[in-house]
T-cell receptor, first 112, second 113 residues
Framework: GQQLNQSPQSMFIQEGEDVSMNCTSS?????WLWYKQDPGEGPVLLIA?????ELTSNGRLTAQFGITRKDSFLNISASIPSDVGIYFC????????????FGTGTSLTVIP | SAVISQKPSRDICQRGTSLTIQCQVD?????MFWYRQQPGQSLTLIAT?????????ESGFVIDKFPISRPNLTFSTLTVSNMSPEDSSIYLC??????????FGSGTRLTVV
């Protein structure tokens, strides 16, 4: 299957710091999604991106669809303890129906 | 967005047995998807289930091991058959949520002993 390389694999930050993570691929994607997964729960959609260059915010979260369509990043500003979790990117390839490929995940720990 | 109820939330099963996972959606949806998330890993699509037709399985997954039912537009089941410890994972169902990607159930955490 498609490989979405997500980095960093894990992050340990102090409360109040900003966070940045990204997702890259050798393939071009039509859609990028960012999810957060809390322990014992399914992933929850944070932000959806549909066009190259698109920059979208959801509260303290901002995500961008890369111009090359091969990457995306997610920023979290002024982190708080409840931001702890695993963040996944997901991309939709052209002409593949509805199958999203998921990144390898970024585990975020926020230290109060 | 759709609300998905998945059960059981967790189970511990003996090797060689089978477990059926249920997924109920609060609205009618065309496609339902089953994912596996192995410990510390990302999500891998097992199969896509359409109502009224056989499920479409991804490479590495077969119907004999993961039979799926889709009797109507709001319900699906995934069975993990003849389980071994390697099947210990979180199994998640999801549905397409208009243009908002996928909505996921809370998952079934399976441990095979």
């Amino acid at each position: 299957g498609q490989q979405l390389n997500q980095s960093p694999q894990s992050m340990f930050i102090q409360e109040g710091e900003d966070v940045s993570m990204n997702c890259t691929s050798s393939s071009i994607f039509n859609t990028w999604l960012w999810y957060k997964q809390d322990p014992g729960e399914g992933p929850v959609l944070l932000i959806a991106l549909y066009k190259a260059g698109e920059l979208t915010s959801n509260g303290r979260l901002t995500a961008q669809f890369g111009i090359t369509r091969k990457d995306s990043f997610l920023n979290i500003s002024a982190s708080i303890p409840s931001d702890v979790g695993i963040y996944f990117c997901a991309g939709l390839l052209p002409n593949t129906g509805n199958q999203f490929y998921f990144g390898t995940g970024t585990s975020l720990t926020v230290i109060p | 967005s759709a609300v998905i109820s998945q059960k059981p939330s967790r189970d511990i099963c003996q090797r060689g047995t089978s477990l059926t996972i249920q997924c109920q959606v609060d609205s009618q949806v065309t496609m339902m998807f089953w994912y596996r998330q192995q410990p510390g890993q990302s999500l891998t699509l097992i199969a896509t289930a359409n109502q009224g037709s056989e499920a479409t399985y991804e490479s590495g997954f077969v119907i004999d091991k993961f039979p799926i039912s889709r009797p109507n537009l709001t319900f699906s089941t995934l069975t993990v058959s003849n389980m071994s410890p390697e099947d210990s994972s979180i199994y998640l169902c999801s549905v397409e949520d208009d243009r908002a990607g996928y909505t996921f159930g809370s998952g079934t955490r399976l441990t095979v002993v």
